[in-house]
Nanobody, 126 residues
Framework: QVQLVESGGDIVQPGGSLRLSCAAS????????VYWVRQPPGKGLEWVST????????YYHNSVKGRFTASSDPAKNLLYLEMNNLTSDDTAVYYC???????????????????WGQGTQVTVSS
């Protein structure tokens, strides 16, 4: 059974950095697309990043491009999202998610995915 567990969320100051982790199990990293998405308070789900869990191609929403870096460590079954230069607009519950098959282009809800975690709260505030 696929399980995804996010961690690392915290309260950080604007301009700060934070690394989120996602412990993943139940699927092969190689050839599997995985996703980071977020839900800001009072807003719908926003796509953040897509990466091949086994390494390789990565994609980012333009709002985080150049600031966030998604990565994976297949040997440890871990996914990461390194976030830099955080702003209040980055405040959200962050989820890692997985879906078998072709890359999902425009996810707008968690149910677009096969699996997702419980989320971890990131709050950017001074």
């Amino acid at each position: 059974q696929v399980q995804l567990v996010e961690s690392g969320g915290d309260i950080v100051q604007p301009g700060g950095s934070l690394r989120l982790s996602c412990a993943a199990s139940g699927f092969r990293f190689t050839g599997t697309w995985v996703y980071w998405v977020r839900q800001p308070p009072g807003k719908g789900l926003e796509w953040v990043s897509t990466l091949n869990a086994g390494g390789g191609s990565k994609y980012y929403h333009n709002s985080v491009k150049g600031r966030f870096t998604a990565s994976s460590d297949p040997a440890k079954n871990l996914l990461y999202l390194e976030m830099n230069n955080l702003t209040s607009d980055d405040t959200a519950v962050y989820y890692c998610a997985q879906k078998r098959g072709p890359r999902l282009i425009d996810p707008t809800a968690l149910h677009d995915f096969d699996y997702w975690g419980q989320g971890t709260q990131v709050t950017v505030s001074s």
